[in-house]
């Protein structure tokens, strides 16, 4: 036993240091990657429960824990992303014969940690440490989307503090709050001569809340439906202009991004002691983003002069994205239970908003996972996935509408792009683990 209390103690170390340093760089804006069992199964059924790190998109589901259980998950997300100039971008023909970019997407790793702690018979607490939103992407320059994509990096740092109760054998409630940090620094082409750019970076704090329900109907069917609210997410920071003639709002600036609420559905059914189904139904209001304007500290709106004077804006305009799941998941033997499901992600990024910093589109999911209990009151989770994205376009022109042409330069291309990720957990009860650990739920 003091071997695994040491191994297990070492690996608990570990996953909080990995939490503590890693940076929360991702390939896309919103970050689903917060379980290694969740992604499993494509996410399937997760707002119902099954891992502690269910608490994510539902607090209720912790009262399906007993005693003190911790769960540290790490994520690495390798995207690609190819793009490629078409007929009509300005850059890309004479006198500039820019061309595109191999690769704008780099390998990230996404950290997160639970642990649940029951109180009493019923009553819990919990605590999930995340990266909810991030993006991670690098440019050569020059490039022929120069003026719509250049180096960015979007970190975010979410605590999540929560209390759940169980009503009684068929009903339970939890509910949280959210405190985010968020740091951002992009970069953007400005004339068509390399050198010439805007760098907005900034940092700063937002908060919110999270809820949610289960309910067990029957025995074996568990539904849960769980909420994370929306986040204006306030940053602070400073503006950068080059080259230094031109007429500019240099300095300090400020912003509020309108992050989403998102809603999750969830079902699982046990038909017998080795096979269960589940499935997910996810919405995110990301239509409130709209446009995000970008301030001078007077209020008065940042602007640059080239050719006219603009304000300096980031037009997202994104739609609602919807994602939909269904996984099975089978235990082999009492130590390895496997399981696998697919996806299908309606983004929120359309053709007419699209940009190449990020050529979202819709996507299917394939995924495959295990659990492996390496204890009495310790397993790990891993799970991989592939994410076929439909190819994406993008059509920044004055005959196209999006809302970031610039007014003078176009840019046309197309994107082939695909993402893999490969998740792992170490999940540990600790009250099993060492017995003389307090129990103030044991009578």
Known sequence: MSRWVSLLRAGTA?????????????????????????????????????????????PATLTQFKGIVSENDVTAILTHAQHTPQPGSTLAGAPFFFGGESNSGEMSWVPSGYTSYQ?????????????????????????????YAGDTTVKTYNANPTIAWRVNDWFSIGVGVQAQYASIRQTSGLLPTPGSVVILDGKGWGFGATAGVTFTPWANTTIGLGWRS????????????????????????????????????????????????????????????????????SGAPATITTTATNAVTLPLQYDDGWFFSAGVEY??????????????????????????????????????????????????????????????????????????FNGSISYIGTVDAHSDMISGALVVRFDDLEPSVKKPFMK
């Open 331 to 404: 235990r082999w033997t009492e130590r390895l239970t496997v399981r696998g499901g697919v996806g299908y992600e309606i983004s929120p990024i359309t053709d007419q908003v699209r940009t190449p910093r990020l050529p979202d589109n819709d996507r299917f999911w394939a995924s495959v996972g295990l659990s492996w209990k390496i204890a009495p009151f310790a397993h790990f989770d891993l799970a991989y996935t592939h994410l076929f994205i439909k190819d994406p376009n993008v059509n920044i022109s004055a005959a196209s509408g999006n809302p970031s």
């Open 119 to 147: 109180l009493s018979p019923d009553l819990w607490l919990g605590l999930g440490i995340n990266a909810p939103f991030g993006l991670s992407v690098s440019f050569q320059d020059p490039w022929a989307g120069r003026n």
């Open 230 to 297: 929306a986040i204006n997410q306030d940053i602070s920071g400073t503006l950068a202009v080059t080259p230094n003639t031109l007429p500019a709002t240099r300095g300090s600036v400020e912003t509020t991004i309108n992050l989403p609420d998102i809603v999750s559905l969830g079902i699982r059914h046990r038909f017998d002691d080795r096979w269960t189904v589940m499935g997910t139904a996810e919405w995110s209001n990301w239509s409130r983003i709209g446009t995000v304007n970008i301030n001078q500290l």
């Open 14 to 58: 570990l996953g909080i240091l990995i939490l503590a340093t890693a940076q929360a760089n991702a390939g896309g804006f919103a970050i689903r990657e917060q379980s290694a069992y969740g992604q499993g199964t494509s996410f399937a059924g997760v707002a119902a429960g099954g891992a502690v790190s269910s608490m994510f998109w539902n």
